[in-house]
């Protein structure tokens, strides 16, 4: 296990443990996003194992996009207050669960190709439900400081990570042509840390937000 | 040749986290400020309500008031007026004896009919808003002192001027609330009352020399008898101040801009 590797792991334990620790507390989208840490740390597990074993981890990636794109989606759904965009997310979810099927067949299969595609796609709606919710919070705010809102928190680690990740695969194969896959690897690693710390914050800051004379 | 490309690449990718990085701080500042303005609405409409809440209650007050004043003077004092002149027709008809008695009931009746009168005025926004509001003070003061309760005067400073019927009335009822606050709790021999007419400032001054109360009665603002006071003051633009403390007395200052438009 590199550095970079078991840092990730140690932020994901701790997101964990915090998670477990609130979880009674959390609202409902929250305690989805508990689920995602475990998750995670399942597929990282089982990624290393195929390609232990297979020598490569596409099928598993495949796997993690849509599996965290369903998650993440299912949170928004909670989120989002309009009716119509919760009919939005929804249908974009089954889209995407048609496309991701598509794409491990056709376009990029699943036992060796890097799911790129579907990461764009994955990645491009999620920085639009995440502008969709900043929007949102403009329009309806609460009384309670928006650094102690986990929805701000949650909202700012999905637009940082799926424009990172977006840049990162579109970088991916520059990087490659330059023979630079350090540039991959940081990116990919940063783009991470970034996920799981914001997401602490955001679980940490949904138990404090309940627990407070505004809830 | 790399080490150009890898340094473009690290410019965009902080180039892109900063852009990110502002749009969020961007994002904060307008919530913020959406907050303090919601806040500030919030305010705004609670303020109002509660303007409008008290607007109402004092009309009920009014409303009920001018009832009573009309009851007392169409049927108690009419009623009364029969039994007076009932007992007028009965003293002419009998013994030495018992005429003194009826003579000294009569007498009563008829203080009773008067002083019913009195208070039917004193309760009738009408007539307060005939009279003007030092005219009606001066005639309630004149009927407290005939009571004997407690001795009460009255000063005046400057031209009397009217604030608008409205205002005279809230006046008049804070001058009630006060000498009935006084007369029911302060146990005081003297009440002093004084009415300064500025050009730009009318201040009606109460002060008796009452048992008083601490700050923490007037904290409380125990009853709702000093509440009362300080909202009327405020629904018509001005401010009544409270002064106490126990074997003081009691001050109560009506401070008001009769220049100042105010929509009650």
Known sequence: MTVQEAVNFSLLIIVLGIGVVCYLKLTTPFKLLVFTVPVTILLDLLSKVSSHLYKTNALILHLECLILYIFYSSIYYYLFQSKTTKKIVLVSTIVIVGFAFFNGIFLQPAYKSFPSYLYMVTNTMLVGFSLLLFKQMLLYPVKINITGQGIFWYNTSMLFFSTTMFLNLGLTNYYSQLKFDQGIYYFWYGSYYILNILTGIALFSNYKEKNSKYA | ??????????????????????????????????????????????????????????????????????????????????????????????????????????ELVAQSITDLRDLSKSLSFEHIASQGLLRTIEKEVERINKSGLIEVSINQDGNSYSLGEQRDLVIFRIFQETLNNTLKHAGARHLKIMLQYHTDLFILTLEDDGSGFSAETLENKSGSGLRNIENRAALIGGTATIESSPGRGCNIKVVLNPLKQQPY
Do not use: P, W
Request: aromatic share 10%; charged share 25%.
């Open chain 2, 1 to 106: 040749m790399l080490d150009e490309n890898v340094r473009m690449v690290v410019f965009s990718s902080a180039a892109l986290f900063a852009f990110v990085t502002l749009f969020i701080i961007y994002f904060v500042v307008l919530y913020r400020n959406k907050q303090l303005k919601n806040k500030q609405e919030q305010e705004e409409l609670h303020a109002n309500f509660r303007q409008e809440l008290l607007k109402t209650q004092l009309e009920v007050q009014e409303q009920t008031l001018n009832y009573i004043s009309t009851e007392i003077h169409d049927n108690i004092t009419q009623v009364l007026s029969f039994v007076k002149l009932t007992l007028g027709n009965i003293a002419s008809g009998i013994e030495d004896e018992k005429k003194g008695k009826v003579i000294e009931t009569r």
